[in-house]
């Protein structure tokens, strides 16, 4: 199946700090969707981007699908931004592969 | 529009028990995915049903079984119950899967002792 690498595993910020967390997966997808999961363990949408650039507030993601990698861009953070981001691709098989994810901790 | 729901929130069962977990998709979503979230194994995909039927399984043992009924609301069951199925189950409906948005639930939080 398709493996799905995000880096970095773990980031700890100062709020008003960018960020750049990466997914990188193994070969051709149909779906690719990142995000965030809240102290509750409630998964959040945040995008759905299989290919291109999405932008939401202060928060934007890119997908490059022939480079296999999508970036996910958290401007000026916030401490409610604190929790695990997650990228889930779907490939040909159709079954939803999820990556590790990326902690983040924003301090104030 | 009401998002997925799950019950219950919380379980606490006894090695060697069943358990059945419900699912409702959001109105409208016709395909429902169950994952399994351990701290050891992340997030994975136990299966996916569609139009009542499953479409896809993941690498889970016989003992993970589900069905949905023709309203799209899902069950899924675990029996003989192990220490290492603690875990927390999420659900996730999309419209009609096969690479469709997903939305996920708040998930039921599963403690065996």
């Known amino acids: 199946g398709i493996q799905v690498e995000q880096s970095p595993p773990d980031l700890i910020l100062q709020e008003g700090a960018n960020s750049t967390l990466r997914c990188n997966f193994s070969d051709s997808v149909n779906n690719l969707q990142w995000f965030h999961q809240n102290p509750w363990g409630q998964l959040i949408n945040l995008f759905y981007i299989p290919s291109g650039t999405k932008q939401n507030g202060r928060l934007s993601a890119t997908t490059v699908a022939t480079e296999r990698y999508s970036l996910l861009y958290i401007s000026s953070s916030q401490t409610t931004d604190s929790g695990v981001y997650f990228c889930a691709v779907v490939g040909g098989s159709y079954i939803p592969t999820f990556g590790r994810g990326t902690s983040l901790i924003v301090h104030p | 529009k009401a998002g997925v729901t799950q019950t219950p929130r919380y379980l606490i069962k006894t090695r060697g028990q069943q358990v059945t977990l419900s699912c409702s998709p959001i109105?409208?979503?016709?395909?429902v995915s169950w994952y399994q979230q351990t701290p050891g194994q992340g997030l994975q995909f136990l299966f996916e049903?569609?139009?009542?039927?499953?479409?896809n399984k993941g690498n889970f043992p016989g003992r993970f079984s589900g069905r949905q009924f023709s309203n799209s609301r899902s069950e899924m069951n675990v029996s003989t119950l192990e220490l290492g199925d603690s875990a927390l189950y999420l659900c996730a409906s999309s419209l009609a899967g096969g690479g469709d948005e997903q939305y996920f639930g708040p998930g039921t939080r599963l403690t065996v002792t």
């Open positions: 109105s409208g979503h016709r395909s």
């Open positions: 049903y569609f139009s009542e039927t499953q479409r």
